[in-house]
């Protein structure tokens, strides 16, 4: 069942993807993270009394690092999807998989010291060069799907897949202390709109745009759901294997992405770009079952 809940999780997080393109007209991203987290506030709230779970914390440390680090990728991303093909945007969001790979190996090689008693740890050629694979599919899928102007976008659409990744980790954290899904997803909306907040502070408002706000609704609708089905899908695997499943379960997200690119958007990639959106996918993957065999305690991972 929890491999249904990523799918439907996946599935709701390309949906938004598309409800912040077409608000990214009318709004910044700043805004559309502000807004978002307000309408998921409101929604958690209520599911959280139907629920009878108390919004009340043990952590609130924990919790406000994850919404810092969350909201700093939700941001990034948001800003990635309003100037890069949908399906772009999603699959550089994707790829935390590799970049937790990257900082196994970089930690593992940082934390060695030289010595007789400690020798050199392994150099896990396999995962480094799945690491590997991984950004040469990032040059392939950027250089012939993006612009000049649209360079920068493309570096902050590889910067929220980074703080994603550190996200997944503590998102994971926080669920082995027993915390409920809804509670965790309720702070994170409560951080998106004060961090959003703050930031329109510095990038301003946007003159309301009448009837295009609309799409706010469902933006924070389906962004609240999918958070939900996602934290769902990772607190009901329970072995292993169940999480290695749901965690390469995600990059469904990218198929959907890519219908909804090519059908609402008229998104064309050509042929070297979907190679590299397959060779992201196949390292994520690789690297996801790479980590759970040699650490099958190591954290899921959580969009």
Known sequence: MQALWMVLAAFLFASMGVCVKMASAYFNAAELVC????????????????QKVALATRYPGMHAWRSLIGVTSLGAWFYAIAYLPLPTAMTLNYMSSVWIAAFLIGGALLAWRPSSAQPRPPLQVTLVLTVLVGFAGVVMMLRPSIDDNQAFAGLVGLCSGLTAAFAYMQ?????????????????????????GGAAMLVTGMSDWPGWPALWLL???LLAAGGQLCMTRAYSRALTARGTLVVANLQYSGIVFA????????GDQLPLIGWAGMALIVG?????TVLRARAAPDTPAEEH
């Open 218 to 220: 469902p933006l924070g």
């Open 171 to 195: 998102v994971v954290a926080l669920s082995r202390l027993g915390e409920p899904e809804t509670r965790t997803v309720f702070y994170f909306a409560v951080g998106s709109a004060v961090a």
């Open 258 to 265: 890519s219908i909804y690119g090519v059908a609402l958007f």
């Open 35 to 50: 807004y978002r987290g307000f309408i998921g506030m409101a929604i958690l709230w209520a599911l959280a009394r139907s």
């Open 283 to 287: 390292s994520g993957i690789t690297a």
